[in-house]
């Protein structure tokens, strides 16, 4: 069974957190989290540093773009040359195209049908593949396979954890 972490366990997990904490060194004004121990060759080195600007484009230098089939660039500016409409590309053109599953390809979906009291009272006949129904005494959802009724999932209970079990998780 799944546990989560209410409002009190919450505050009570936050209070062990501040006694695991306590002892940490707090920081103070004008200094930071480790003592200053450059050379004076590595201050000139880091004082000297710019920020990097990448070189336009050009055919000698790539600028960092890294030039394709169907891409050009002429005085620094990157265009596509693959021609049509830059919004449409013919899907049969496009490369590494995703799995994807087209509409045409889907033959069933689940359809949610209604509650049952029980299992014995799914219904035998008039079923479609993807008809789903819920039982009410397990809370358990059954879908039509075409021959039989497959367990799709039930409801469940989650309870709170308890501050003894955040003792045994803070003392480990």
Same mark, same amino acid.
């Given at each position: /069974? =799944?546990?989560?972490?209410?409002?009190?366990?919450?505050?009570?997990?936050?209070?062990?957190?501040?006694?695991?904490?306590?002892?940490?060194?707090?920081?103070?004004?004008?200094?930071?989290?480790?003592?200053?121990?450059?050379?004076?060759?590595?201050?000139?080195?880091?004082?000297?540093? #710019?920020?990097?600007?990448?070189?336009?484009?050009?055919?000698?230098?790539?600028?960092? &773009?890294?030039?394709?089939?169907?891409?050009?660039?002429?005085?620094?500016?990157?265009?596509?040359?693959?021609?049509?409409?830059?919004?449409? &590309?013919?899907?049969?053109? &496009?490369?590494?195209?995703?799995?994807?599953?087209?509409?045409? %390809?889907?033959?069933?979906?689940? =359809?949610? =049908?209604?509650?049952?009291?029980?299992?014995?009272?799914?219904?035998?006949? %008039?079923?479609? *593949?993807?008809?789903?129904?819920?039982?009410?005494?397990?809370? /358990?959802?059954?879908?039509?396979?075409?021959?039989?009724?497959?367990?799709?999932?039930?409801?469940?209970? *989650?309870?709170?954890?308890?501050?003894?079990?955040?003792? #045994? *998780?803070?003392?480990?």
């Amino acid at each position: /069974m =799944r546990k989560y972490l209410d409002s009190e366990g919450l505050l009570y997990l936050w209070g062990k957190l501040a006694g695991k904490l306590g002892g940490k060194v707090d920081k103070e004004t004008g200094k930071g989290l480790s003592s200053n121990d450059f050379t004076a060759d590595e201050k000139i080195k880091l004082s000297n540093l #710019t920020n990097y600007n990448l070189p336009a484009a050009t055919p000698e230098t790539l600028g960092g &773009v890294k030039v394709g089939t169907g891409l050009a660039i002429n005085q620094g500016v990157l265009s596509a040359t693959g021609g049509g409409k830059a919004d449409s &590309v013919e899907w049969d053109h &496009v490369e590494n195209k995703p799995d994807l599953a087209l509409k045409s %390809d889907l033959s069933h979906v689940y =359809r949610y =049908r209604g509650s049952v009291t029980n299992f014995a009272s799914l219904p035998a006949e %008039d079923n479609e *593949i993807g008809d789903v129904w819920n039982v009410e005494t397990t809370g /358990m959802n059954y879908a039509w396979t075409g021959q039989d009724w497959d367990a799709l999932g039930q409801f469940f209970e *989650i309870q709170a954890i308890t501050n003894a079990e955040i003792d #045994t *998780i803070a003392e480990a």
